[in-house]
């Protein structure tokens, strides 16, 4: 019987003790061992850049294929090895999927000891008290950081549609550039690059169509450059 890949069973076996405690773990499986799968083929070497994302639906890429999401259209163009971990309706506080918030897909990057993590800024969290949200947080950037102390981590702000951006969503990316940063992480402003581009949106005006994820990966693409973050 052929072996599975190391990187494959762990993501496994964090998915299934994440099964265990709460009984639902679909969404993170079905994504984590669907990009470990793309990858599986290729021998890992010190030259591969292997790259986690964590997020919400937006990074998971809600109501578009999987390699339209913007965390896959950003590895592929960049030859980089993804798993793409983000979970429907999650946040720093706000449980998505599952009853995940990001604490679980951080406990299964830190299993996968990524060269790069991409962590992202919700709207998902726009009910949670802000001490809250702050305390959390920073403390899951703190814990990243002390798990992953050699991993590049880049944080960007929340993706946001064609209506007005909410006062509170400012504040908490601006929570997500301070807890970044202080960890020695690079943040990345995304702006508004979808407001005024109605066709770029599904009908909920809240999750980019395949044209707005790909309008987002350049974004991000450009940012990345701009930093000299090449793995």
């Known amino acids: 019987?052929?072996?599975?890949?190391?990187?494959?069973?762990?993501?496994?076996?964090?998915?299934?003790?994440?099964?265990?405690?709460?009984?639902?773990?679909?969404?993170?499986?079905?994504?984590?061992?669907?990009?470990?799968?793309?990858?599986?083929?290729?021998?890992?070497?010190?030259?591969?850049?292997?790259?986690?994302?964590?997020?919400?639906?937006?990074?998971?890429?809600?109501?578009?294929?999987?390699?339209?999401?913007?965390?896959?259209?950003?590895?592929?163009?960049?030859?980089?090895?993804l798993d793409d971990l983000a979970i429907n309706g999650s946040g720093f506080v706000k449980a998505g999927a599952g009853g995940y918030t990001y604490s679980a897909q951080i406990e299964i990057a830190i299993k996968l000891d990524p060269r790069i993590v991409l962590i992202s800024a919700t709207?998902?969290?726009?009910?949670?008290?802000?001490?809250?949200?702050?305390?959390?947080?920073?403390?899951?950037?703190?814990?990243?950081?002390?798990?992953?102390?050699?991993?590049?981590?880049?944080?960007?702000?929340?993706?946001w549609g064609d209506t007005p951006v909410p006062a509170r969503l400012t504040a908490d990316n601006a929570l997500t550039r301070q807890a970044v940063t202080d960890v020695g992480g690079t943040y990345i402003d995304l702006g508004i690059p979808l407001a005024g581009h109605p066709a770029l949106l599904q009908p909920d005006h809240v999750h980019p169509n395949a044209a707005g994820q790909t309008v987002v990966a350049g974004v991000v693409n450009r940012a990345l450059d701009a930093a000299h973050i090449t793995g």
């Not at 994440?18 to 994504?31: D, K, N, P």
């Not at 259209?73 to 960049?78: H, T």
């Not at 726009?126 to 949200?133: P, R």
């Open 123 to 159: 709207r998902n969290d726009l009910l949670i008290n802000e001490q809250a949200l702050r305390t959390k947080t920073v403390q899951l950037l703190d814990h990243l950081r002390a798990a992953l102390p050699h991993a590049t981590i880049v944080g960007t702000s929340a993706v």
């Open 1 to 81: 019987m052929t072996s599975l890949p190391r990187r494959l069973l762990v993501v496994a076996a964090g998915v299934a003790t994440l099964a265990a405690l709460s009984g639902c773990a679909a969404v993170t499986a079905e994504r984590s061992v669907a990009a470990e799968a793309k990858v599986a083929s290729a021998p890992h070497t010190s030259a591969t850049v292997t790259v986690v994302a964590i997020g919400d639906s937006i990074e998971h890429g809600r109501g578009v294929l999987p390699a339209q999401a913007w965390p896959e259209q950003v590895a592929a163009s960049r030859k980089w090895a």
